[in-house]
């Protein structure tokens, strides 16, 4: 069921931006929470940021407040997360997941929908 495409990853230097692109196919995003979720190498998957359909609800990690931002676009059937001052840290591969209901979670379980994962490194 991949359903969902993230692109935009890379590589970047310490203090650089990015923007990521969560894309869906085959359905609308207009009803659905969407998620970006990170997995660091050695470490275990993490809720980062989340966003409702409506756009009024949201969650960012306390790790990432201030550097990341999400934000959707219904037209484009697209949510993006801007990830700026990245550091090695933010190192990981970031996915974007959906869900069908109308208030955000930090829980993976809770979504439906994958995409296979955009890697972003920083590095020097």
């Known amino acids: 069921q991949s359903q969902l495409e993230e692109s935009g990853g890379g590589s970047v230097q310490p203090g650089g931006s990015l923007r990521l692109s969560c894309t869906a196919s085959?359905?609308?995003?207009?009803?659905?929470?969407v998620g970006w979720f990170r997995q660091a190498p050695g470490k275990e998957r993490e809720g980062v940021l989340c966003?409702?359909?409506?756009?009024?609800?949201?969650y960012y990690a306390d790790s990432v407040k201030g550097r990341f931002y999400i934000s959707r676009d219904k037209e484009k059937n697209t949510v993006y997360l801007d990830l700026s001052n990245l550091q090695p840290e933010d190192t990981a591969i970031f996915y974007c997941?959906?869900?069908?209901?109308?208030?955000?979670?930090?829980?993976?379980?809770?979504?439906?929908?994958w995409g296979r994962g955009a890697q972003v490194t920083v590095s020097v």
């Open positions: 966003i409702s359909p409506s756009g009024r609800n949201t």
């Open positions: 085959g359905f609308s995003l207009e009803h659905y929470v």
């Open positions: 997941a959906a869900r069908f209901a109308a208030v955000c979670s930090d829980y993976e379980g809770h979504y439906d929908d």
